[in-house]
């Protein structure tokens, strides 16, 4: 016999995150086969937490893998919402890139 608050075998656990600097928010969820990942973040709630996260400028992914919002879960998932970045990380290799090679001229080290 079942116990009534036992998960439907189509029902599987993912998990909801989001992060900001000062805080760090990781929803367990419990959800049916073939939901989505926009699905799951609307059933999480983290929405009306946090105001500020649009889906439509936010990117998403799983375990720090961008994928599309239609994506469907699987069992153990991490559902991951990523903030804007500050700055451009390419942009920001160049510049130490750039730094290193001025600071490395003439082929030994400045004393």
Same mark, same amino acid.
């Given at each position: 016999m079942e116990e009534n608050n036992a998960p439907r075998s189509s029902?599987? !656990? +993912? =998990?909801? /995150?989001? /992060?900001?600097?000062? +805080?760090? @928010?990781?929803?367990? !969820? !419990?959800?049916? /086969? *073939?939901?989505?990942? =926009?699905? /799951?973040?609307?059933?999480? *709630?983290?929405?009306d937490v946090f105001p500020e996260i649009d889906l439509n400028k936010n990117k998403v992914g799983i375990f720090?893998? !961008? +994928?599309?919002?239609?994506? @469907?879960l699987r069992e153990k998932d991490r559902v991951e919402i990523y903030r804007p970045l500050i700055a451009d990380p390419k942009e920001v290799r160049k510049q130490r890139a750039a730094e290193g090679k001025v600071m490395k001229k003439g082929g030994g080290n400045v004393q």
């Amino acid at each position: 016999m079942e116990e009534n608050n036992a998960p439907r075998s189509s029902q599987f !656990l +993912v =998990e909801v /995150a989001y /992060a900001k600097p000062d +805080v760090q @928010v990781i929803t367990p !969820l !419990l959800v049916d /086969a *073939g939901t989505t990942l =926009e699905q /799951a973040i609307h059933l999480s *709630g983290i929405l009306d937490v946090f105001p500020e996260i649009d889906l439509n400028k936010n990117k998403v992914g799983i375990f720090s893998k !961008l +994928v599309k919002k239609d994506t @469907v879960l699987r069992e153990k998932d991490r559902v991951e919402i990523y903030r804007p970045l500050i700055a451009d990380p390419k942009e920001v290799r160049k510049q130490r890139a750039a730094e290193g090679k001025v600071m490395k001229k003439g082929g030994g080290n400045v004393q």
